[in-house]
């Protein structure tokens, strides 16, 4: 009987595993452009992301650039009508806090011959621009992205004649402000206040960005900072181990994205899962932290950096320079903060169990070994 209360729930936790989807797309990338008379958003879209037959739906065939130019007419008029269905789900802007009408094209498709851009794995894309008529007033322009598959949109803003570039996350079930305007009657002086949105709000998006790949997309790492908690759910021990493993994954997440380190993601993929597991196993022998739990930790927190740069190097593609300094601080800054979130959490559910505190750390740690053993082994076969 106990055999089966014990593997039950195990068995239904790897359940959960197996069926958590991989995302196919983690971003979307828009650049914001103001002219006397236009607000426009353009940028490259993955045409499978936007059709309901592939999105969203795991081991779905890739669309490949050469097929989608080889199709018929109807084709080709189904796949603008869908892509356009699906921006209108994904996406709303806002002056005022009203929402306001956009307007969406697909240059490509508007040419006699059809000819999508080139990208290295043959992926079809397709260029999108969402034009909207400026508004009279002063105020400010609001972008909105709600993605049930949990996309974040990254909009790039480029403030005419001034060199500054800012960037800016928008996580699903999020809005950011895209301009202040200030000079509403002489839409030439219409300013964005220091030169791109404010770097406090640039900040917060990116934080928001951080925390939201831990809580609640990352469950992976989530379960790396519960096993450390298991072996000594103590504040100051552990406050010590996250600042610890957030330092060694800040290092490789930076190295990384600036292009100085690569590893293939799937070697990364399969090392964080082994590392996940080996957590869980080591709290399963061993009584007590040790100095060495120390070196353990910041040795996998430069692995997951390795993982966290798969994620925002594709976000930050083409940005170069100083201009990644404050997405690379504020998703540090996130992860960080939801780190912390995971150990309050972890507390407040222990104290009501404390007095099955040593129960709780073993079936926790067998949890999360098993996890780790079961991503690692479905990454090595995949």
């Known amino acids: 009987m106990r055999f089966r209360q014990f593997f039950a729930p195990l068995l239904a936790f790897l359940a959960i595993l197996a069926s958590a989807a991989a995302h196919q797309v983690d971003s979307v990338e828009l650049e914001f452009l103001r002219t ?12 499978a992301y936007m059709l309901p037959e592939s999105r969203g739906v795991d081991d779905a065939p890739p669309l490949f650039r050469k097929d989608v130019m080889k199709a018929p007419p109807a084709e080709l008029a189904r796949i603008r009508k869908e892509a356009e269905a699906t921006m209108r789900k994904l996406l709303k802007l806002e002056f005022n806090g009203r929402e306001i009408a956009w307007k969406i094209v697909f240059p490509d498709f508007e040419k006699d011959t059809l000819v999508l851009p080139e990208e290295t794995g043959g992926w079809a894309l397709m260029n999108c621009d969402i034009t909207a008529d400026v508004k009279p007033g002063p105020g400010e322009l609001a972008v909105s992205w709600k993605d049930d598959e949990e996309s974040e949109l990254i909009v790039i803003i480029e403030e005419p004649g001034a060199g500054d570039i800012g ?38 998006s990116w934080i928001i960005s951080g925390y939201r790949h831990v809580i609640p997309l990352g469950l992976d790492h989530l379960l790396f900072i519960l096993g ?71 040795g996998f927190g430069l692995l997951h950096g390795l993982g966290f740069a798969s994620v925002l190097g594709e976000k930050l593609d083409g940005i ?23 150990l309050i959490c972890a507390f407040l559910i222990l104290w009501p169990l404390r007095k099955w505190t040593t129960k709780v750390q073993l079936v926790g ?18």
């Not at 950011?176 to 206040?193: F, I, Q």
């Open 320 to 342: 170069t320079g100083s201009q990644l300094a404050l997405p690379l601080v504020g998703f540090n800054v996130g992860v960080e903060l939801a780190q912390i979130t995971v």
């Open 228 to 298: 450390l908690f298991l072996l000594a759910p103590r504040w100051k021990p552990l406050l010590g181990q996250s600042l610890l493993f957030t330092c060694a994954h800040s290092i490789t997440l930076a190295l990384a994205v600036f292009g100085i380190i690569s590893l293939p993601s799937k070697l990364v993929e399969i090392l964080i899962a082994a590392s996940i597991a080996w957590i869980g196993i080591e709290n399963l022998i061993t009584q007590r932290l040790k100095p060495s739990r120390l070196f353990i930790v910041f």
């Open 167 to 204: 960037l800016l996350s928008v996580s699903s079930g999020t809005s950011a402000v895209l301009l202040e305007v200030e000079a509403p009657d002489e839409v030439e002086k219409t300013t964005v206040k220091s030169g791109t949105p404010g770097k406090a709000r640039q900040a917060e």
């Open 365 to 382: 740690s067998i949890f999360v070994a098993a996890a780790g053993l079961f991503w690692m082994v479905e990454r090595i076969i995949s």
């Open 36 to 47: 006397r008379e236009k607000w426009k958003l353009t940028g490259l879209l993955d045409i």
